[in-house]
């Protein structure tokens, strides 16, 4: 069985959402461990990863990122996107970054199963953890897309 | 040709639409297991592929899949389930509850494209 850091198994995640983000749109984001300055968001989704092993995984946007990014999938004008779209949009990268990391993790610990994604919605979100939580944080770029991946195991 | 689509992410229900189109197919869609086994019920004979998703609130996908395959009506009636789920294990659980086809997500619209000409018979040089 292979050993990871939990380093390692944020990179997993972020990788998993690079490549899904490819996929799906075109669009390759750039990855970088460093938080930007303005860290806040207008919408998180997460999905809890049920198993032994399990955690939770974040991915939070802004309105205007995921409005760019709705538009390079579906093919729509950005002013025919619609709120419910953008976050049925995120829901979706959660679950196929969540999918596509378990493939990537099943030759380690880290064995869970999928659940149904929530959204937050708010002004200026954040997502911090107590100390001895192991919170792992990604920031992902490209152009007018910006999200951000944070997990917890 | 009208394929049955059944997600419960409006993203990917059209993201398939739009692929459909392209090949000039017709496209009923369904959010969860309930409304797909209803709409398979009402349009039975005018659909020629279900795409399926598996992890869907209220009823999954697989348990559609395992409905539709053991029906006497619906079970000549190909499904491909189109999924996060890619361990070998759900894809041999899905084989063996009769799925026709397999893939996998995040796809390209080539790569769907491609699936469900194949699951139809069909060339593929559209």
Redesign the interface.
Known sequence: MRVISSDELGFVFAQSLVDVVEKVSGIRLDVSSAEKDSDFDDVVCVMNLNGDKGGLVFISSCDASLRTLCSAIEGSPESEISMDDMEDLLCELVNMTAGSAKLSLSDTEYHYSLSSPLIIRGNNLSISSKKRVRLTSHTLCSGAVSMRLKTVF | MKLLVVDD????R??IK?AADVLQMDTVEAQDGIEALEKLSEQYKEIDLVLLDW?M?EMSGFDVLVEIKTSDIYREIPVMMV?????KSSIVAAVRAGADNYL?????VDELQSKILECLGEDSDF
């Open positions: 992410s409006s993203a990917i059209k993201i739009a992890n609130p999924t996060t789920e890619s361990q996998t997500k995040p796809f390209t």
